[in-house]
């Protein structure tokens, strides 16, 4: 089985900044686009921020430099480093990994149970 485990989501003030990780651990051969997603209430779930295998990013304009994506391939992990937070950043992020159990298998995506991120104003 695959897991993705997030963690650093909290509560924050406007101006504030957090630090968001989520691990992929379990039977893993290849993992391709690493990703951010986030629901707010009453909202659709909107990509935030996406990275490749060898690094390509891609941001929502609603969070073009102040978020920053990354990875570490060695460990399976994404990160998202959030800076300048405002009350509408608030929302259940998610990570979602694409993945490859075996060398062969078809590639699927894998998401994160979410992780509450709430700024206050």
């Known amino acids: 089985q695959v897991q993705l485990v997030e963690s650093g989501g909290g509560l924050v003030q406007a101006g504030g900044s957090l630090r968001l990780s989520c691990a992929a651990s379990?039977?893993?051969?290849?993992?391709?686009?690493m990703g951010w997603y986030r629901q707010a209430p009453e909202k659709q779930r909107e990509l935030v921020a996406i990275i490749t295998s060898g690094g390509s990013t891609n941001y929502a304009d609603s969070v073009k430099g102040r978020f920053t994506i990354s990875r570490d391939n060695a460990k399976n992990t994404v990160y998202l480093q959030m800076n300048s937070l405002k009350p509408e950043d608030t929302a259940v992020y998610y990570c979602?990994?694409?993945?490859?159990?075996?060398?062969?298998?078809?590639?699927?995506?894998?998401w994160g149970q979410g992780t509450q991120v709430t700024v206050s104003s």
């Open positions: 979602y990994a694409h993945i490859a159990k075996r060398e062969y298998d078809p590639m699927f995506n894998y």
């Open positions: 379990g039977s893993i051969f290849r993992i391709n686009a």
